[in-house]
């Protein structure tokens, strides 16, 4: 099973909003509603931002938002903070299977 | 607090086995599954597998299938990964993860055991 498609980078300003997105089949991320996001900062391990498309953790700030639409997944970051550069990634189940995306470097300018 | 904590860095020589501890405190050890991801060097994350803690029932992904087993212990909450016929491309960190209601709901992660394989 191939990974979820992820844009490799993504930018932006402190305070500014951005979106990430992640692309599957009918087959994953379309067919459930189980996508999860990892944040990973450099030599750390990732840690859970967004579940079950939409839900956050206890302790995750409410910057971050996730939604689908189709095949395709997104995580919304408003009110960029300098903290929040690090690599993100998608993940679905696939049935039998968990699949993640690429990861998208998120750059604070 | 939740707390998942793995055995050291190891370096094997191609076709050795490696065995990954992870050991758990803070919860249940038999209420949560426990999966495995592993993430090579400047590469993504790619999950493995799981393993059910209370019954030891596991499912592997079907790359790792034949070559991956997850055990655990749990009169010490501690689960195991072991990789067999090592290569050069299974050099990479395992992260162990409590795994929740969801199927890819992973929270917390372990701190990560590198593995290196190399002649």
């Known amino acids: ?109 | 607090q939740v707390q998942l904590v793995q055995s050291g860095a190891e370096v094997k020589k191609p076709g050795a086995s490696v065995k990954v501890s992870c050991k758990t405190s803070g919860y249940t050890f038999t209420g949560y599954y426990i999966h495995w991801v592993r993430q090579a060097p400047g590469h993504g994350l790619e999950w493995m597998g799981w393993i059910n803690p209370n019954s030891g029932g596991t499912t592997y992904a079907q790359n790792f299938q034949g070559w991956v087993t997850m055990t655990r212990d749990t009169s010490i909450s501690t689960a195991y990964m072991e990789l067999s016929r090592l290569k050069s491309d299974d050099t990479a960190v395992y992260y162990c993860a409590r795994g929740g209601g969801s199927p890819n709901w992973f929270d917390p992660w372990g701190q990560g055991t590198l593995v290196t394989v190399s002649s």
Not at chain 1, 53 to 58: L, M, N
Not at chain 1, 83 to 103: H, K, L, M
């Open chain 1, 1 to 109: 099973q191939s990974a979820l498609t992820q844009p490799r980078s993504v930018s932006g300003s402190p305070g500014q909003s951005v979106t990430i997105s992640c692309t599957g089949t009918s087959s994953d991320v379309g067919g459930y509603n189980y996508v999860s996001w990892y944040q990973q900062h450099p030599g750390k391990a990732p840690k859970l931002m967004i579940y079950d498309v939409s839900k956050r953790p206890s302790g995750v700030p409410d910057r971050f938002s996730g939604s689908k639409s189709g095949n395709t997944a997104s995580l919304t970051i408003s009110g960029l903070q300098a903290e929040d550069e690090a690599d993100y990634y998608c993940c679905s189940y696939a049935g039998t299977n968990v699949i993640f995306g690429g990861g998208t470097k998120l750059t604070v300018l």
